[in-house]
């Protein structure tokens, strides 16, 4: 039975794809936290894993004509579009920045444990296939 | 990887609040320079912080303009000068003095610059930070497996 490696690796990989996304979002948010009027936002993380999940999930090539593959683009992006959403503020501000530091650090905290979690998990079933190649 | 990119917001985070430090330097070293003429008094400056959006990633993405892309960082648009009034002060020994024998000192107000630089840089701490954890963890991805 040949070894599909997308579905050995299971949602882990999907998973890793996302919170890297979510960490550049909130590190996003760290950068801007005195910008005036910059809304904050995060990644709806269950929404962006069943979207990174879907078989649409890659971007479609654009046909012109009838006949065209309109395939998946292997493209390095991931669509978190429908994932992206503003924060709620907790407390308004003068300047109409929506960016609570703590907050923010808080979360991106979560989101770094939530990865190196991803990463051991993605690490052990790498060397259970390791074991399995090498017979030992 | 997208991954970098990280690395490029944190830095532009980073330069902007450094900006914002010079300008709290700036302020606090010329607080008690007076003038003799009130328009020619230096005046406090503070940066115009500006979120860049990456414009294409976001029509690409189809989404909300602004919310679509991931991906954005921030710049400095500008300097604006304070327009508070300076204070004016009776020091007709002062060879800057105007014929009223009267100084003008800038507009600085060094409580306002002190609570500013240390706004300053604790957000170039948090960035600081943002760009390690974002290193180590690439780090680790690279090693997986192993």
Known sequence: ?136 | MSSFKIFDIAGSGLSAQSVRLNTVASNLANADSVSGDPNTVYKARHPVFEAVKNAVAAQTLGGTPGLGAADSAVRVRGIVESTAAPSERYEPGNPLANADGNVYSPNVNVIEEMTDMISASRAYQNNVEVMNTSKELLLATLKLGS
Do not use: C, H, W
């Not at chain 1, 309109?70 to 992206?84: E, F, H, Q, V």
């Not at chain 1, 920045?97 to 052990?124: C, H, K, P, W």
């Open chain 1, 1 to 136: 039975m040949p070894l599909n490696l997308d579905t050995y690796l299971g949602v882990s990989a999907q998973a890793l794809k996302v919170q890297s996304q979510r960490m550049e979002v909130l590190a996003d948010n760290l950068a801007n936290v005195d910008t005036p009027n910059y809304k904050a936002r995060d990644i709806d993380f269950k929404t962006a894993l069943a979207q990174a999940g879907s078989p649409d999930a890659a971007l479609p090539l654009t046909t012109t004509m009838p006949g065209q593959v309109g395939g998946a683009a292997a493209s390095g992006g991931l669509d978190i579009s429908g994932a992206l959403k503003y924060r709620v503020p907790l407390a308004p501000s003068l300047d109409g920045n929506t960016v609570d530091a703590q907050m923010e650090q808080a979360a991106f905290a979560d989101n770094t444990v939530r990865y190196q979690a991803t990463l051991t998990f993605l690490s052990s079933r790498l060397k259970n296939l390791l074991t399995a190649i090498t017979g030992q």
